[in-house]
């Protein structure tokens, strides 16, 4: 083990959010509504099987007739919107030397398709930027974060039309354009798998209104990549020197015992996960999808140049959240493991979090020096973390030594990976300050070095306060992590 190293120099340390998980202020200064704003806020005992987050027809046209269904969490989110100063100036005293977010597309495009942008959104996120950069921190922007506009939804069924295509591209042009001088680093889409576990949430597409769910997720999929590939080409106009990324949900899956069928049934997990990355980082679907889509009655209508644009406009690096790994069985018996949309078998050598995520600082070292070795392209960790109940003291404190342990395990291993010849661009930690959680839409399952007075009712004062950890990071920053 490789101890007190430095890490590279110019290495980017700093944390990860999204727009619709914090900002708040869902429908002010023209914003329009995102599919995001339509989540409402489930109790535990009322959660679906694996936390789906799917929405229905009949359920969209409650929420939208104004009836009070539920709280919508992330409509209120921690009202970074109005706080993005006292944040901003928080993560500048951590020694921030990045900050990960997303834009709100329809804060910027009302309703996706808009012909001309929303200047007050516009400004929102100028302003955000010229904070950040009155610190010194770099602005690392996702430009698609589980934010399809919701007029999206109502016109196309959301990526599943191929004029969103269009829109995207609009929107992101308008950004690069405005943003030119202020934002180097960008990604095109969150999670981009996230279309095919939760097509609402990663696409805006309502499964009750396709004949064939599958082929409706993997054909919204097809269009981003093919929007994806043109808006990275757009930002390498108009911005010249940006850093243009993909970013996927990780899922390492070993497999679970050395019986060939749950190494071949690994491998295959493995696949359908690294399938994401390999359009974009190789520009071509790979020849094992082929089976799937076959099996599966997939068949995706291309358009003449689809395959050009895909070859031909790659990423300049490869992101993805890190939070677990996964196991894999032949014949699947016995205790499962839980993530926010993803399963498996327990892994019996490993200790779970609060919400049932197998934590594995040592599957992090490997899945980089897998994910180097596919790609040869700049890596970029741009979520990692743990979601944990916290306790505040009397005195206001709060003692989260488990999330440091987490988080420096992690950080050790994330060395090693380096040392063994892996290229890391940087690590953006979730959810630096509590935000609410993508899955569940609680603000109990909280992840930040900075305390947010807020509970899963929507009570609080939304007061920051600062854990344990905070001095912590702070520390590992300015020691360019030789001090974890
Ligand atoms: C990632 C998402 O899947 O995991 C984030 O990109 C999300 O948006 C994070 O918040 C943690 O998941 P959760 O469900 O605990 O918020």
Same mark, same amino acid.
């Given at each position: 083990?490789?101890?007190?190293?430095?890490?590279?120099?110019?290495?980017?340390?700093?944390?990860?959010t999204a727009a619709n998980q914090l900002e708040g202020a869902?429908?002010?200064?023209?914003?329009?509504?995102?599919?995001?704003?339509?989540?409402?806020?489930?109790?535990?005992?009322?959660?679906?099987?694996?936390?789906?987050?799917?929405?229905?027809?009949?359920?969209?046209?409650?929420?939208?007739?104004?009836?009070?269904?539920?709280?919508?969490?992330?409509?209120e989110g921690i009202d970074f919107y109005h706080r993005y100063k006292e944040d901003i100036?928080l993560f500048?005293?951590?020694?921030?030397?990045?900050f990960?977010l997303s834009?709100n597309?329809?804060?910027?495009?009302?309703?996706?398709?808009?012909?001309?942008?929303?200047?007050?959104?516009?400004?929102f996120?100028?302003?955000v930027?010229?904070e950040?950069?009155?610190?010194?921190?770099?602005?690392?922007?996702?430009?698609?974060?589980?934010?399809?506009?919701?007029?999206?939804?109502?016109?196309?069924?959301?990526?599943?039309?191929?004029?969103?295509?269009?829109?995207?591209?609009?929107?992101?042009?308008?950004?690069?354009?405005?943003?030119?001088?202020?934002?180097?680093?960008?990604?095109?889409?969150?999670?981009?798998?996230?279309?095919?576990?939760?097509?609402?949430?990663?696409?805006?597409?309502?499964?009750?209104?396709?004949?064939?769910?599958?082929?409706?997720?993997?054909?919204? %999929?097809?269009?981003?990549?093919?929007?994806?590939?043109?808006?990275?080409?757009?930002?390498?106009?108009?911005?010249?020197?940006?850093?243009?990324?993909?970013?996927?949900?990780?899922?390492?899956?070993?497999?679970?015992?050395?019986?060939?069928?749950?190494?071949?049934?690994?491998?295959?997990?493995?696949?359908?996960?690294?399938?994401?990355?390999?359009?974009?980082?190789?520009?071509?679907?790979?020849?094992?999808?082929?089976?799937? @889509?076959?099996?599966?009655?997939?068949?995706?209508?291309?358009?003449?140049?689809?395959?050009?644009?895909?070859?031909?406009?790659?990423?300049?690096?490869?992101?993805?959240?890190?939070?677990?790994?996964?196991?894999?069985?032949?014949?699947?018996?016995?205790?499962?493991?839980?993530?926010?949309?993803?399963?498996?078998?327990?892994?019996?050598?490993?200790?779970?979090?609060?919400?049932?995520?197998?934590?594995?600082?040592?599957?992090?070292?490997?899945?980089?020096?897998?994910?180097?070795?596919?790609?040869?392209?700049?890596?970029?960790?741009?979520?990692?973390?743990?979601?944990?109940?916290?306790?505040?003291?009397?005195?206001?404190?709060?003692?989260?030594?488990?999330?440091?342990?987490? %988080?420096?395990?992690?950080?050790?291993?994330?060395?090693?990976?380096?040392?063994?010849?892996?290229?890391?661009?940087?690590?953006?930690?979730?959810g630096p300050i509590d935000l609410v959680?993508?899955?569940?839409?609680?603000?109990?399952?909280?992840?930040?070095?900075i305390?947010v007075?807020?509970?899963?009712?929507?009570?609080?004062?939304l007061?920051r306060?600062?854990?344990?950890? @905070?001095?912590?990071?702070?520390?590992?920053?300015?020691?360019?992590?030789?001090? %974890?």
């Amino acid at each position: 083990t490789i101890t007190n190293k430095e890490f590279p120099k110019g290495f980017l340390w700093g944390g990860a959010t999204a727009a619709n998980q914090l900002e708040g202020a869902f429908d002010q200064d023209g914003k329009g509504l995102s599919s995001a704003d339509l989540v409402a806020y489930i109790p535990k005992d009322q959660r679906k099987k694996d936390n789906a987050i799917e929405i229905t027809s009949d359920e969209i046209e409650k929420i939208l007739s104004g009836e009070k269904v539920a709280r919508y969490p992330k409509r209120e989110g921690i009202d970074f919107y109005h706080r993005y100063k006292e944040d901003i100036a928080l993560f500048a005293e951590m020694g921030f030397k990045v900050f990960r977010l997303s834009l709100n597309w329809a804060r910027i495009f009302p309703n996706g398709d808009d012909q001309e942008p929303n200047e007050a959104g516009l400004k929102f996120y100028d302003d955000v930027f010229d904070e950040l950069h009155k610190y010194g921190i770099e602005p690392l922007v996702t430009l698609s974060h589980y934010e399809t506009p919701y007029g999206l939804t109502e016109k196309y069924n959301g990526w599943l039309g191929r004029e969103v295509i269009g829109c995207f591209e609009r929107y992101a042009k308008t950004v690069f354009t405005r943003y030119k001088d202020k934002v180097k680093y960008w990604l095109t889409f969150n999670e981009i798998n996230m279309i095919t576990l939760s097509p609402f949430t990663g696409g805006g597409i309502v499964s009750d209104r396709t004949e064939h769910p599958l082929q409706a997720q993997y054909q919204g %999929l097809h269009h981003q990549f093919v929007a994806s590939a043109l808006v990275t080409k757009a930002c390498h106009a108009i911005i010249p020197g940006a850093k243009i990324g993909c970013m996927l949900a990780r899922m390492e899956t070993y497999p679970n015992t050395p019986n060939p069928l749950d190494v071949r049934k690994a491998q295959l997990e493995n696949q359908m996960n690294l399938f994401f990355t390999d359009v974009h980082a190789r520009g071509e679907y790979p020849n094992y999808m082929n089976r799937f @889509f076959k099996e599966n009655q997939i068949s995706i209508k291309k358009e003449d140049g689809d395959d050009e644009i895909l070859k031909e406009y790659t990423v300049d690096y490869v992101s993805f959240s890190y939070y677990m790994s996964l196991t894999a069985s032949a014949s699947p018996e016995g205790e499962r493991a839980q993530g926010n949309l993803f399963g498996g078998v327990k892994n019996p050598y490993l200790e779970s979090s609060d919400w049932g995520w197998q934590i594995d600082p040592i599957g992090l070292r490997i899945m980089l020096n897998d994910m180097y070795d596919r790609y040869q392209k700049p890596l970029f960790l741009v979520e990692n973390g743990l979601g944990a109940y916290d306790r505040v003291e009397e005195d206001g404190s709060i003692h989260d030594d488990y999330r440091i342990d987490y %988080l420096r395990k992690h950080i050790e291993q994330m060395r090693e990976a380096i040392e063994d010849g892996v290229d890391l661009m940087g690590y953006t930690s979730w959810g630096p300050i509590d935000l609410v959680s993508m899955s569940t839409s609680e603000m109990t399952k909280r992840y930040g070095f900075i305390y947010v007075d807020l509970d899963d009712d929507g009570n609080g004062t939304l007061k920051r306060s600062k854990k344990d950890s @905070f001095d912590w990071y702070k520390k590992v920053i300015e020691s360019n992590g030789v001090e %974890l």
